[in-house]
């Protein structure tokens, strides 16, 4: 199942996805946020499929937002495939490296990426998204930690490298949290759709020109091992949004220039979809 949020920012429609059309959610739930995966929302919009109670939704001309609403948390996680460490000059890490980004990054697929005054090193970087269908904490397992995912998104982890590392102050998240920084989307996928989240390909381009091409079989720490550990750390909420980490081929590498006001990103995984934006200046 496909789930989507359609309209302008903060009066978006949750809308489904099927083969026989799309739908409009809004007699069934009212977001899809964290009430709606507390509160038993997939098991409510299958059941309304199935009664053939919805009514069709045409999206044509409608901005795409981003498929949840208002996270509570966005965890993301560092250098988590072995050639993106290697490009950015740092062995593998050993545990999962963690940092954050203000849900007020998170804007839609399709909607521009703003560029900070004075930013000279903005990077992209297509990664998995997980969103969490369940409260927990300190879970033992990874099958456990499977359980917990209610589904999975494109998520794009912008970042400007000079924030990141020159005014770091020996953290990343300077160069994660400037609005708009977080595109997601077009539509989440629930977890029981995606057979295995570590074989997915995903790629990203600028101007049409390929960067980034890998597959999740390469993240150093899987899914299922990223979930598990971070709720040692912190208790996961229904709607918490994780990062997964990119693959090699971003601007840090030095082989690709940094994006520039007018460049245009292109990010997809396997089964998930494609996402599009425009860089213009803030």
């Given at each position: 199942?496909?789930?989507?949020?359609?309209?302008?920012?903060?009066?978006?429609?949750?809308?489904v996805e099927t083969d026989s059309g799309r739908y409009d959610l809004s007699s069934v739930?009212?977001?899809?946020?964290?009430?709606?995966?507390r509160d038993g929302g997939v098991r409510r919009v299958r059941d309304a499929?199935?009664?053939e109670a919805l009514p069709a939704m045409d999206v044509e001309g409608l901005r795409i937002g981003p498929p949840i609403a208002r996270p509570g948390a966005v965890l993301c996680i560092g250098q988590n495939y072995a050639a993106h460490a290697a490009e950015s000059g740092d062995a593998p890490p050993s545990v999962p490296i963690l940092f954050h980004k203000h849900p007020n990054t998170v804007v839609?697929?399709?909607?521009?990426?703003?560029?900070?005054p004075g930013a000279l090193a903005m990077d992209w970087e297509v990664e998995l998204g997980v969103v969490i269908g369940q409260r927990c904490s300190y879970l033992t397992t990874q099958e456990e930690a499977l359980a917990a995912i209610g589904g999975y998104v494109v998520s794009n982890d912008v970042s400007e490298r000079d924030y990141q590392i020159r005014d770091s102050g020996g953290q990343w998240s300077k160069g994660k949290n400037a609005p708009t920084f977080n595109p997601l989307g077009p539509y989440?996928?629930?977890?029981?759709?995606?057979?295995?989240?570590?074989?997915?390909?995903?790629?990203?381009?600028?101007?049409?020109?390929a960067r980034q091409d890998s597959n999740t079989a390469d993240m150093i720490f899987s899914v299922a091992e990223i979930v598990r550990h971070l709720?040692?750390?912190?208790?996961?909420?229904?709607?918490?949004?994780?990062?997964?980490?990119?693959?090699?081929?971003?601007?840090?590498?030095?082989?690709?220039?940094?994006?520039?006001?007018?460049d245009r990103m292109e990010l997809s995984i396997e089964?998930?979809?494609?996402?599009?934006?425009?860089?213009?200046?803030s």
């Open positions: 199942m496909k789930l989507m949020r359609v309209g302008a920012p903060g009066s978006e429609i949750p809308v739930v009212d977001d899809i946020d964290a009430a709606f995966w499929l199935a009664a839609g697929p399709f909607d521009d990426v703003l560029m900070p989440l996928v629930t977890a029981d759709e995606v057979a295995d989240p570590q074989q997915l390909q995903l790629s990203s381009r600028v101007n049409g020109e709720s040692q750390y912190v208790a996961l909420d229904p709607g918490d949004l994780i990062n997964t980490g990119t693959p090699q081929g971003v601007a840090l590498s030095g082989r690709f220039p940094y994006l520039a006001i007018g089964g998930l979809g494609t996402q599009r934006q425009a860089i213009r200046p």
